[in-house]
Structures are given as structure tokens and as C-alpha cells.
């Protein structure tokens, strides 16, 4: 039997990456919205079957530049409040958040680039139990409370907050699984500006990329594996 998921979408390279095989291989008919283009209502999110809210360049209190936000987290909010699947991916991860009544903030510095997390007790016996040392790519510069009632999962120094869930079904990563790693050049493209302002050599994001990737998206399959037969066993 045929599921739908709901992918929203902010910029066009920042998409589902090593999910999109993951979700076919279920049986997942795969719908991007792309958000302040498309229709992103509680009725469209409240009725796939997973929704994934994925990353972009903008913050989720930037509503008087991007009004279409202050739709998208309330229907993203209706949707967590039916208990429903839902994976949040940095932006999204902080959308969700705020949806929760958490806190999300600018944190005035960026932290971009592949590096490790430490997992908290929680982390651990999560399905992010395989990231222990494995470096991970981050792209964020704003910061989540953790929402009420979620657990904290992951913390790097400078950013406490990396990642939390609720029950089986709502996961929020701060960080970036999802990216295939051979198309980081489209990264490095689309957030050029943001690299040129914060001095950060592309050439080392390619290079690690080289020397990480390919183990990173091999981990990260077998959690994002692991998280959708999860909530596969609940539908």
C-alpha cells in the first residue's frame, strides 16, 4: 500500500537527498511544496502520512520578511499535535520546535561545517546512537530550546540544542543527514554568500566532504532506516 509524504521545501537544493531512495523503497509517494510558493495549510500537512520539513537560509522569526512562515508553523503545530509523523531538518527542525512553544534564537555566530556531537544519555539510546563519533554536517547559525516534553538528544559546544524527539514520531535534527554528499558543490553554490561572511574556505567544506561524506550518509541511512520502520510499525 501506497504512503504519502509531504516534503516542504525552502530552497531547491536543500532537499531530501539519501531519503528520497529510503521513502521509495517503503512505498512512499514522495510530494515536495516548496514554502512561499505552494499552498502549505493544517489540511495538506494534517493529511500525508510523514511529513519532513527541511532546511533553508532564512529564520523562523523573520515573519515580517517571509509571512508565509507564520502559516507554515501553525500547520506544521496542528499536525504535531495530532501525534503524527513528522522529521524536522534544521529550519524545519526549528520550526517544529517553535510550533512546540519553544524558544528559537539568532545566535549572532554560525557553526558550518563537519564536525562531531556528543550525544546526551537520551541520544544514546536513540536511533542517533550510531553518530558517537561520527562528524556530522552542520549549516545553522540560530539555536532551539528543546520543546516541552521532548528529550535532548545531542549538544555540540557551541550549540547545546543539536536535536530532540517526542515519543517515536517527532525527530528534530539540527544538523544535516539527509545531504547527498556528491552534490555539496550545489551547497557551496547556493550558500555562497553566507561562506564569503563568515570566512569559510570552500575548498575545506569540499574536502571534508570528501573525506566524511560517504560515511556520514552510510550512517545516516541506517538511522533514517531505522526511524521510518518505526514509525512504519504505527501507521
Known amino acids: 500500500m501506497n504512503r504519502s509524504v509531504v516534503a ?3 530552497v531547491l537544493f536543500e532537499d531530501l537527498g539519501i531519503l528520497a531512495p529510503l521513502l521509495t523503497e517503503r512505498g512512499y509517494c514522495i510530494r515536495y511544496l516548496d514554502a512561499g510558493v505552494d499552498l502549505v495549510d493544517a489540511a495538506i500537512l494534517s493529511s ?3 511529513v519532513i520539513v527541511l532546511g533553508g537560509p532564512i529564520g523562523v522569526y523573520e515573519t515580517d520578511r517571509y509571512p508565509f512562515l507564520a502559516d507554515e508553523r501553525a500547520a506544521i503545530g496542528m499536525r504535531l499535535a495530532l501525534d503524527k509523523p513528522t522529521l524536522g ?10 510550533a512546540l512553544g519553544a524558544e528559537v534564537t539568532s545566535t549572532g555566530r554560525a557553526e558550518i561545517g563537519y564536525s562531531l556531537l556528543t550525544l546526551t544519555d ?11 563519533s561520527v562528524p556530522v554536517l552542520h ?3 540560530d539555536q532551539f530550546d528543546i520543546p516541552p516534553g521532548a528529550l535532548r538528544l545531542a549538544q555540540t559546544p557551541g550549540f547545546p540544542n543539536q536535536a530532540f524527539s517526542i515519543g517515536a514520531r517527532i525527530l528534530g535534527l539540527q544538523f544535516h543527514l539527509e545531504a547527498e554528499p556528491m552534490q555539496i558543490e550545489r551547497w557551496l553554490i547556493g550558500h555562497a554568500h553566507e561562506l564569503a561572511t563568515h570566512q569559510i574556505d570552500p575548498g575545506i567544506m569540499r574536502r571534508d566532504a570528501g573525506q566524511f561524506g560517504q560515511n556520514l550518509a552510510r550512517v545516516a541511512r541506517t538511522i533514517f532506516a531505522a526511524w521510518l520502520d518505526g514509525i512504519s510499525s504505527k501507521l
Open 48 to 50: 500525508a502520512d510523514l
Open 122 to 132: 537520551q541520544g544514546r539510546g536513540s536511533v542517533l546512537a550510531s553518530l558517537e
Open 139 to 141: 549549516w545553522h547559525g
Open 89 to 98: 531538518i534544521c529550519l524545519g527542525a526549528q520550526l517544529m520546535a517553535q
Open 8 to 10: 516542504v521545501r525552502h
